[in-house]
Every structure is written in structure tokens, then in C-alpha cells.
């Protein structure tokens, strides 16, 4: 009788990271509002009652491809990275110790890392906008333009939630740029045509359809998610490229893709236009995103749980929890209610009640609908700032680790070799507190708890939170003096 194998499915960013040829070097420790402009035109395709024939979609692929090309650029990262190793081996030994006069320092060691991707211009005066993976950390940037030239390109802002980032060049000149389009307009069966370096080879073009929307829980399930799923062909290296429709408009940021071999399997992911459009304004005018707060927790619903509310479908936002003083708590917001509309257009689940509030301004009112004991109740919320949410949310766990924590820097990042999305730091200790106890220095890294990776400042409270008092807890955590990981056990509060 024959077995099945359970495939496990891995998602991958569709970025491309080399380790240089230069290998390792030894080196010593020191302390050291523009609009988003579209400016290409629609295809115009002959009409026809009839199924469109093969030549005229060959014409339409080649006429997007022909439009979007000059603004579709390669980008080129370097990162540098520090890592620290013994001078010999067993320099940490008693016996070492005695003869050579205690532990020696650790000698430092300088890593260089290439990673390529792909960009696209978003307005003629150099903004580029791609995915926040393939620039995260970089010491440097360059950015190859279809014409053949290449210049420095400077950080504008990222978002690590969206997966999205802008950086810009001065060309000294006016360039190209595409042109956005709807992407809540675009519906499965769709072509599509996605333009990219994968694994360098420049302004390769490939077509599919659009296989699925809203496709989310693909990669940080904490992060703002709703992809576009295409079957059109991505690979490392695609990373920010386009993905357009026929009529030569953006709707999609080339993001992911779903693989066991590493490479296209027939999945890809993209950053929705509608999103990436607002993100970029926002980098753009801000250099950061700017997000509304709730003060709730939400989850959807479960299939007993909507037998037992005697719901129709499974829609709306299920309210798990409210914080205390938050703008929802003042509104009246309470556990259990479900929020079924949001400024009156329907909530489809708890995604994208994130998303309406995220994207809200901070001070706006917000008009809710919620289903409360079988009865329909609107409310008015003023949105809070989702970024004093978490300076509280993070002088939370004082009481149980003795600590005050905060998300890691650009420079931080780039310094260790961490990715976005990976890791918080410590911004102060308790004397005597349970980080104090356990070894732990301000700047050092929390990289997960018992095993599990740690991916946001919300998310490590959760976590801490989750667990029973005086409980030990292991911790992997990095030394910002040497850059070393290593495992610690530390007892909460």
C-alpha cells in the first residue's frame, strides 16, 4: 500500500542575496511631497465580439512590455556585516585564560553580501518603489536604469509591515515612470504581465493570469497581507518588479512565491496597487507610515461560532479583547461584539478591518457598525496612533521582565545581518529586573522565545504575556557588543 507524503509548502521572497567572492576580512571594532505621477498610456485593443485571437494578445503583451520597460529598474544591494569570532581556538577556556592572561576580545570580521531586485519608477523625479526585503539593511544602493545607466540611490522610507519601500536616485533629468491602476477592479482569469531581473537577467518579461485575490497569511501574520496571486512566471530577482494589466496599468508589486524547489512553482504574490500606492505616498511625504489605532484584538469567525451567533456567513471582525483607555474602549467597543462595516462599506473579515484602520489618519472619526447580542449598533471612534500604541504596548512588560523594548534600527539590521520582520532590542533594563537577572544589556537583541521567532514589538508582548508567572523562558538573543547569538534562560514575573 502506498503512502502519501504530506507536502509542506514554503513561501519565499523573491529577492535574490549572494555572499561575495570577497569572502571574509578582518577589520577592528569602533564606536562609532511629491505625488506619485502615472505618465505611460492605456493599450488600446481593437473591440471584437469574438474570443480575442492569438496575435492580438501577443500584440497587447508586447505593447505592455514596450510602455513599462524604460521604468523598470534593477537594483543592486550591498551589505556589509559584522561578525565576531575567537582569536583561537579554546580562547575561552580556563586554561586559556590562565596563560594568555584572561579571555581575549573577540576579533571582528567583515562579511559582504550582494542582493539584487527589481524597482520600478513611480514619478519622474527618481522616487523608486520596491519591496522593503530587497533594500533592508543595505550599506549601499545602486539602481540600473533600462537605458543602461546606474546611479547611487538614496533610502527613502520602508515599511516592513506592507513589504514595501522607496528609495530614489538623481538622474538630472526627467525619467519615465508607470502608471497605476486599480487593483480592486482586477478579477481572477485576468492577464497579467510581470517584468523583472530574476537572477539578473535585465527586463525579462513573463505573462500569466491573475489565479486569486486577497490571499493572505502567506508570509508574517501580523503584517498587512491581502496578495494578488498570480501564476505568471516570478523568481528571485522579481522582487518590486511590476505586475500589469493589459492595458499597461501597475496593479500589483511583485512580492513572493510558493515553492519546494526554490524556484517558480506556478505561485506568485503581489502587493495589491491600491496598497502600494497609499504606502508610497506615505514614504514619500513622511519617510514612515503613519498608522490608525483600534485598540482591539480581532480574529475571524470561527464556523461555531457563527452557528452560535446565528450569523448568515462567516463576515466581520470578531472583537477578542479591548484595551483599556483605548479609542475603542471610549467608544464603547466591546469583547464579543463583531464589526460587520466600517465608514458603512462591509468588513469581509479581520484583515481587513486591520487594514481600513491602519490606513485611516490618526484624529479621524470612524463610523462602525457592530453586531451586538443579535441587535445592530453603530459607533463613533476617533482612530489613535498605532505608534504610541506600541512605545505603550512595549513599557508593558516591565512589571514581568523588568525591561522596555523597542523595534530594531536600519542600522541595527545591517550591522547583525537581520532581516526586517526578525527580532526586537532592549531599550532599558530594571535594576535586579528578570532580563537584568539573566545577563541581558540595553541594545541587546531578542531574537525568539522557546523556539518561537520573535517578529514584532506586539508580537513579543503577546507572547510574555501568554505565559503563566515565574515561568523560565529561553530566549535565543544576540550581543550588540560581539554580534554573537546565543540561548538564555530567564525566569518572568
Not at 254 to 274: L, R
Not at 280 to 304: C, E, F, M, N, Y
Not at 392 to 407: N, W
Request: hydrophobic share 40%; aromatic share 4%; with cysteine.
Amino acid at each position: 500500500m502506498k503512502t502519501r507524503e504530506k507536502i509542506r509548502q514554503k513561501y519565499v521572497l523573491a529577492g535574490l542575496m549572494a555572499l561575495l567572492a570577497l569572502g571574509l576580512t578582518q577589520c577592528h571594532s569602533s564606536s562609532d511631497k511629491v505625488a506619485v505621477a502615472p505618465v505611460s498610456k492605456d493599450v488600446q485593443l481593437e473591440p471584437t465580439t469574438a474570443a480575442p485571437s492569438a496575435s492580438t494578445w501577443r500584440s497587447a503583451i508586447a505593447q505592455v512590455a514596450h510602455e513599462n520597460i524604460p521604468a523598470v529598474v534593477h537594483i543592486d544591494v550591498t551589505q556589509r556585516r559584522e561578525i565576531a569570532n575567537p582569536t583561537l581556538p579554546f580562547g575561552n577556556e580556563p586554561f586559556f585564560h590562565f596563560f594568555f592572561n584572561g579571555p581575549q576580545p573577540p576579533q571582528k570580521f567583515r562579511q559582504e553580501l550582494r542582493g539584487l531586485g527589481t524597482g520600478m519608477l513611480i514619478d519622474e523625479d527618481g522616487h523608486i518603489l520596491t519591496n522593503n526585503h530587497v533594500v533592508a539593511g543595505a550599506a549601499e544602493i545602486n539602481a540600473l536604469l533600462a537605458d543602461g545607466t546606474s546611479y547611487p540611490a538614496k533610502l527613502v522610507g520602508t515599511d516592513p509591515k506592507t513589504d514595501l519601500a522607496v528609495i530614489q536616485i538623481d538622474a538630472g533629468k526627467k525619467l519615465p515612470a508607470v502608471t497605476f491602476g486599480d487593483s480592486d477592479k482586477m478579477e481572477v482569469g485576468d492577464w497579467v504581465v510581470a517584468i523583472g531581473h530574476p537572477r539578473g537577467l535585465d527586463q525579462t518579461v513573463t505573462q500569466g493570469i491573475v489565479s486569486a485575490k486577497h490571499r493572505r497569511g502567506v508570509l508574517d501574520p501580523t503584517s498587512y497581507q491581502d496578495y494578488l496571486q498570480t501564476d505568471a512566471a516570478i523568481n528571485p530577482g522579481n522582487s518590486g518588479g511590476p505586475l500589469i494589466n493589459l492595458s499597461g496599468q501597475v496593479i500589483g508589486v511583485n512580492a513572493a512565491i510558493a515553492t519546494e524547489s526554490g524556484g517558480f512553482e506556478g505561485i506568485g504574490f503581489a502587493i495589491p496597487s491600491n496598497m502600494a500606492v497609499h504606502v508610497a505616498k506615505a514614504l514619500i511625504d513622511h519617510g514612515k507610515v503613519i498608522r490608525g489605532w483600534l485598540g482591539v484584538s480581532i480574529r475571524d469567525l470561527t464556523p461555531q461560532q457563527v452557528k452560535s451567533m446565528q450569523r448568515k456567513d462567516n463576515k466581520g471582525a470578531l472583537i477578542a479583547d479591548v484595551v483599556p483607555n483605548s479609542p475603542a474602549a471610549k467608544a464603547g467597543l466591546k469583547k464579543g461584539d463583531l464589526v460587520v462595516r466600517f465608514h458603512g462599506d462591509p468588513i469581509q473579515d479581520a484583515a481587513a478591518l486591520q487594514r481600513r484602520v491602519g490606513d485611516t489618519p490618526v484624529g479621524d472619526t470612524a463610523d462602525l457598525t457592530v453586531s451586538r447580542d443579535g441587535k445592530s449598533i453603530d459607533l463613533t471612534v476617533t482612530i489613535g496612533s498605532m505608534e504610541d500604541a506600541v512605545r505603550r504596548i512595549a513599557a508593558s512588560l516591565e512589571d514581568r521582565l523588568g525591561a522596555v523594548i523597542r523595534p530594531l534600527k536600519e542600522s541595527e539590521m545591517r550591522q547583525y545581518g537581520i532581516e526586517a520582520g526578525q527580532g526586537i532590542a532592549i531599550a532599558s533594563l530594571d535594576h535586579e529586573g528578570a532580563l537584568d537577572t539573566a545577563g541581558f544589556e540595553k541594545d541587546d537583541v531578542i531574537l525568539d522565545v522557546n523556539n518561537l521567532p520573535v517578529k514584532s514589538v506586539e508580537g513579543f508582548v503577546a507572547m510574555i504575556k501568554s505565559l503563566p508567572p515565574h515561568q523560565q523562558v529561553l530566549f535565543k538573543a544576540l550581543d550588540h557588543r560581539t554580534g554573537q547569538t546565543g540561548f538564555v534562560q530567564v525566569t518572568i514575573g
